[in-house]
């Protein structure tokens, strides 16, 4: 099991920056992907940012550019930072861990953390 605690959300005026953190613990050694999605009122959660062990990032077009996710292998932890706000930022993000395992892919999930964008 891979227990998941995200910090920093809060709230932002539009063209401000936020910086979030997700700490992994238990059985983290073997984390191949981490990651943070979003979801909105009303909306299906949606990826915004991941990230290998090896580095490599993929980012939504919606946050590309303003995003930048970042992960300290030897910590277990796993950034989000968040420049130029938008209103449309506004979700609860949540953190998340992939790992392979004899073929199948588990996911882990952090509670969330609310980030609002006041315009």
């Known amino acids: 099991q891979v227990q998941l605690v995200e910090s920093g959300g809060g709230v932002v005026q539009a063209g401000g920056s936020l910086r979030l953190s997700c700490a992994a613990s238990?059985?983290?050694?073997?984390?191949?992907?981490m990651g943070w999605y979003r979801q909105a009122p009303g909306k299906q959660r949606e990826l915004a940012a991941l990230?290998?062990?090896?580095?490599?990032?993929n980012y939504a077009d919606s946050v590309k550019g303003r995003f930048t996710i970042s992960r300290d292998n030897g910590q277990n932890t796993v950034y989000l930072q968040m420049n130029s706000l938008k209103p449309e930022d506004t979700a609860v993000y949540y953190c998340?861990?992939?790992?392979?395992?004899?073929?199948?892919?588990?996911?882990?999930w952090g509670r969330g953390t609310q980030v609002t964008v006041s315009s």
């Open positions: 998340n861990a992939k790992k392979l395992h004899t073929g199948v892919v588990y996911d882990y």
């Open positions: 238990g059985s983290a050694f073997s984390i191949n992907v």
């Open positions: 990230i290998t062990t090896g580095g490599s990032a």
